[in-house]
């Protein structure tokens, strides 16, 4: 666990594994100490009855905005687990919390969301005008994880958000891809993204990390239907035919564990990014978390050292923020496997807790108007003075 942090009201964070939804969110809240709190953030596994759960905390809010959503695992106080409800609480003492929740994605407003996201900042600002603040301020976005609309939805808030960054994660159901939710006023809602402001009087910092690296082997979209995120041919031939030869695998092991350990990358303003598998269909085409084209070429990635990368990382974080309080982290369900595959779960679940990480495990990542696949992003909070 972390150690207390002195000068300030710390961030509070608990997690549960209670299976009844109202006692849960009762263990919750007593440890959150939630009528001291500016809001909450909370991740939960799909195994919960999301009704009852949505009803527990709607009768425990009283009016303090809760935001959240299911997840593929939870990143804790204690490190990586799965099966709880975890959350995090900012306290009012130098934190301020405000809400915008987007519904019904197929016929998204992109005007009518941008005047209100400019709204939000436009409040925060006043606020800390009155306050005679100086606040960072960052954009915690969560989104249904099989909306599909990820990457629009990333680039119009990024737009009309301006310098405030945003940064997020896909909501998950562990890996069985039928139902993903966000949380906002008493319910769990699909198709619907939410965007909650995080204003802080203390520094912030919104990050983005992974440990792929582009390897030599090279392939082209030949045939895709990019609204889908299918892909039907890679080099013109059969896509999960081909992928399974380049990257030596039969095509009856495909599943995520291979998708983990050969991300398909793609470059883009200098810079690699994962375009990761979802899953390899029967009609042997593959379905990706993130949209793809044709005429894409991607480059097979490898991976690189994990821990030396993690501990580079925070020590970064920390000298960027003057000594963490808490991590804000969306780490991608891949990296999970990726890790397990790799017998790091232990020492990667021991590090998170040790730097104070809480979080939970995505179907995807947003970092400013990007939407991304297989990182490890978040927003690290400092300890202010």
Known sequence: MMPPVKGREPIRVASTRVDDPAAAVAELFGRLCAPELAGVLLFCSSRYPLDALARALAARSDGLPIVGCTSSGEITPDGLDQGTITAIGFPK???RLSVACFEDLDRFDAAAAQSRVRALVADANEWARIADARPSHAAIFLVDGLSHREEMLTLTLQDALGEVPLIGGSSGDGLDFRETFVFWEGSFRRDAAVVALLSAERPMRVFRAQHNVPGSTKMVITAADPVARVVYEINAEPAAAEYARLVGARLEDLGPAVFAAHPP???????YYVRSIQTANADGSLTFYCAIDEGV????????????GLHALFDRLDGDVG???????????????????????????????????VGFNTYGEQYHALHVNQTFSGLAIGRGC
């Open 93 to 95: 003492e130098g934190f």
């Open 265 to 271: 990358m793609v470059r883009a303003g200098g810079e």
């Open 323 to 357: 000594g963490i309080d808490r991590v804000l982290g969306f780490d991608c369900v891949l990296n999970s496997i990726e890790i397990e595959q790799r017998q790091l779960r232990g020492p990667v679940s021991q590090l998170y807790a040790s730097r104070g990480v």
């Open 297 to 308: 070429v991607l480059t097979l990635g490898e991976g690189g050292d994990i821990m030396a």
